[in-house]
């Protein structure tokens, strides 16, 4: 009897509203399970030398370990026989909420808040969760400079300070 009650409910607007809700998905914020990463080095002119992109899975959703760090900047510091030092790692995360995405994509300026952000620290980079639509859009950047070369034909020799002649029982004359 308890059973035929709630066969008789109408659902009809349970999938009416599933069905409109389809339409919303991609703009729900969701946990971000990867990145693209960017390698650019820079020459000692200034110049941009090389760019190269990866796609990055994240071992915890919405962040990068130190130690994937470490390991990304260890892998990355040599390029065409190059050595490369970090002078920058750039975050870009746009964390629009669904009610204001239509007004981003309808302003005429971007005066709006900038979504990149410079990381100070060599420590776990976390992410704000993302509308699906922009969650390809989420980046890091590596900016790496080129490494002065170092003299190889400098030699330093030893200094002996307090040069004393060693004690014992033969004699000088």
Known sequence: MFMDKFENLDDDWIKKFETKDEVFKDFYKEDIYYTNIHIV?????????????????????????????????????????????????????????????????NASTRETESYLEEINHIDSISFDKSICTFQDLTDIYFIFYEKLDKNKNNVTRKIVLNNKKKKGTRKDY
């Open 41 to 105: 080095y820079v020459n000692r002119n200034l110049e941009i030398e090389n760019v190269k992109e990866e796609t990055f899975i994240l071992s915890v959703p919405n962040n990068i370990t130190r130690e994937e760090i470490i390991y990304l900047l260890k892998k990355n510091t040599t390029s065409n026989d190059k050595h490369y030092k970090i002078v920058s790692i750039l975050k870009y995360n746009i964390t629009l909420n669904p009610d204001q995405v239509t007004k981003y994509v």
